[in-house]
């Protein structure tokens, strides 16, 4: 694939794709532009103190660096796609790639002065006195509501069973008993 026909702006829909000379915008003609060399830069009024030597010097160097920029777009995606090939044959997924990324990150977060330092400043707060009465008024919080629900629990387990037990449940369960033995025998 010539490397001179291949659209590789970043910016382009077509990057990557081959374009057809024949086809190519640098063949149209655009009035009020004047080619400056092969790679078609349009001549613009030279800046004061600018000699057209000096002009031409630069576009030359612009071409050249242009080229240049060209090459390595190029080298760069092989080498994308050949890192892609050896990952493929080493087994590594995206996920695992992912994963390493995460933990990479996870490992550089912990190493940073920020959490270090929120870190010991959390620690120092969990040693304060202010957060021991806290935690201490929390967990008794917690036990006495601990104890009400297992009371209401109790309670309500009572009463259940006292319904249960009670003339007008019994009364209740056995005709929906009677009404259960009736539908089974017209099945």
Known sequence: MDPASQDINLNSPNKGLVVDQAESLSDVPVEGVVEAGPVGIAANPLPPGLMEEEAEELRTELTKVEEEINTLRQVL???????????????????????????????????????????????????????????????????????????????????????????????????????????????
């Open 77 to 187: 995606s092989a080498k994308e796609r050949h890192a892609v090939d050896l990952k493929r044959k080493l087994g590594l997924s995206p996920l695992d790639e992912l994963k390493q990324n995460f933990s990479k990150s996870w490992q550089d977060v912990q190493a940073s002065n920020a959490y270090l330092s929120a870190s010991a400043t959390l620690d120092d707060i969990s040693r304060s006195e202010a957060y021991k009465k806290t935690q201490e008024t929390l967990s008794q919080a917690g036990q006495k509501t601990s104890a009400a629900l297992t009371t209401v629990g109790s309670v309500l387990s009572r009463r259940l069973g006292d319904m249960r037990n009670s003339a007008t449940f019994k009364s209740f369960e056995d005709k929906m008993g009677n009404l259960k033995e009736m539908e089974t025998e017209s099945v």
